[in-house]
């Protein structure tokens, strides 16, 4: 790249972040935001000892992490199509940020020197988005060429501007037949018209050795009493994500509902309830409704539910995960996707909605053949009032679940797991 063309890029870049002088002389802007992401904090923090996760989880799963020796470097990286530019900037810690320009396209490959071996390590990115989330971001592993891909896509939302988060890297689709035993390269696309993205700690974690499949129902919703008695005949658990204020309420679940729910292995999850997502409200506001349902479950006896959250609508800002970092270990998304174990960043998890059958049905594939995990998402069951699932696809569904090579877990045992390979590093 020419200078002239790194001085355009760092120009452009830095005055969507508030400035060149930002990220001229901005190293400790980057350390600041992926730092904070992934250090240990906890003893910083306002007390509310009660409620408080003892570590914040994305420091727990970076220690399962490491770091690729290759992709990091940006003279790794040749820029392939449009007018987008690509540079260095001040990085974390000890790596280097890169940074990609959309004009309106912007596409970056690195070839492997040796094949990249997917069925062994998982890969991952963290991303920042200064100014605003582009239209479309995707990642393709050639598995060995362009006829035969693993591929990842993203239509990340505004709502992620300003902040870093992890994305896992594949699958949510596939071109021919890949082999992902032979990866031998990778491609970055973004398109977006001059919505510059930064990536930083392009990781490896070990891969589970068989895939996982959860489900989780939203809102309580009165019609997951219908659900519960198939899932039970078939062994299988599930998880609900719990409005305290609806508990009881018309057209939701009661208490003894919840109880027996929990007897059986269930996990019940926190989900507030709110007008609009929670990037809309304060800071203090944040706050008070995430204590406020995680507080309700605790004094109802779902202590380890409470750890885990599923963002309202689906939407969480730079604050908000400040706040889920402190107070739960994962925070559940709605838009599709399947993560490793452990995940790339267990604050943003992506969910496959289960209306949808045979996307979901499809996901279930990939996850069962990468060794990856899909959380499903539900909101009722088999009524007919409403544009969800009916009775009869919901089986569908579940009898794809039962006859794939899949373990089905809820959130609390998927994150026992996380914790299991900490105890055994």
């Given at each position: 790249?020419?200078?002239h063309s790194r001085r355009t890029f760092l120009a452009t870049l830095g005055g969507a972040i508030g400035g060149t002088l930002a990220v001229r002389e901005g190293a400790s802007w980057t350390q600041r935001k992926v730092g904070a992401?992934?250090?240990?904090?906890?003893?910083?923090?306002?007390?509310?000892?009660?409620?408080?996760?003892?570590?914040?989880?994305?420091?727990?799963?970076?220690r399962l992490s490491t770091r690729h020796p290759q992709l990091n470097s940006i003279d790794a990286w040749n820029l392939r199509a449009g007018d987008g530019s690509v540079t260095q900037t001040p990085g974390a810690t000890d790596s280097t940020s890169i940074g990609l320009l959309p004009s309106p396209v912007g596409r970056i490959e690195h070839t492997f020197e040796r094949t990249f071996d997917y069925t062994q390590s998982s890969l991952s990115v963290w991303v920042y988005f200064p100014s605003t989330a582009p239209a479309r971001l995707q990642f393709r592993l050639f598995a060995p060429d362009e006829d035969n891909q693993i591929v990842t896509t993203r239509y990340?939302?505004?709502?992620?501007?300003?902040?870093?988060?992890?994305?896992?890297?594949?699958?949510?689709?596939?071109?021919?037949?890949?082999?992902p035993t032979a990866i031998t390269r990778i491609q970055i696309d973004i398109r977006g018209d001059r919505t510059p993205v930064v990536f930083d700690r392009f990781e490896m974690r070990p891969v589970a050795e068989m895939g996982h499949a959860m489900i989780i129902f939203d809102d309580n919703r009165a019609s997951v009493a219908t659900a519960y008695p198939e899932m039970t005949r078939r062994g299988i658990p599930g998880a609900v994500a719990v409005i305290p204020e609806l508990v009881g309420d018309g057209g939701h679940l009661g208490k003894r509902h919840l109880e027996t729910y929990d007897a059986n292995g269930w996990d019940l999850l926190a989900h507030p309830q709110l007008d609009d997502p929670l990037p809309a409200y304060s800071p203090t506001e944040q706050r008070e409704a995430i204590i406020r349902t995680k507080r309700w479950l605790v004094a109802n006896g779902y202590e380890?539910?409470?750890?885990?959250?599923?963002a309202p609508y689906g939407a969480v800002g730079p604050k908000t995960l400040e706040l889920l970092a402190e107070f739960h270990h994962t925070n559940f998304l709605t838009s599709p996707g399947v993560l490793g174990t452990p995940p790339?960043?267990?604050?943003?998890?992506?969910?496959?909605?289960?209306?949808?059958?045979?996307?979901?049905?499809?996901?279930?594939?990939?996850?069962?053949?990468?060794?990856r995990?899909?959380?499903?998402?539900a909101h009722t069951v088999?009524?007919?009032?409403?544009?969800w699932i009916s009775t009869r696809d919901f089986h569908e569904v579940l009898d794809q679940l039962e006859n794939s090579d899949l373990d089905v877990v809820t959130p609390t045992s998927y994150w026992s797991e996380v914790i299991d390979l900490l105890s055994n590093r």
């Open positions: 790249m020419t200078d992401v992934l250090s240990d904090d906890s003893h910083s923090r306002p007390s509310v000892p009660s409620l408080q996760v003892e570590t914040p989880s994305r420091s727990l799963t970076a990340p939302s505004d709502s992620l501007a300003n902040t870093w988060f992890g994305i896992e890297i594949g699958p949510t689709d596939e071109v021919g037949s890949p082999d380890a539910g409470a750890d885990h959250f599923v790339a960043d267990p604050l943003t998890i992506n969910r496959v909605a289960i209306d949808d059958v045979q996307n979901a049905k499809r996901y279930m594939e990939l996850a069962a053949k990468y060794d995990t899909v959380a499903l998402m088999g009524n007919k009032d409403d544009q």
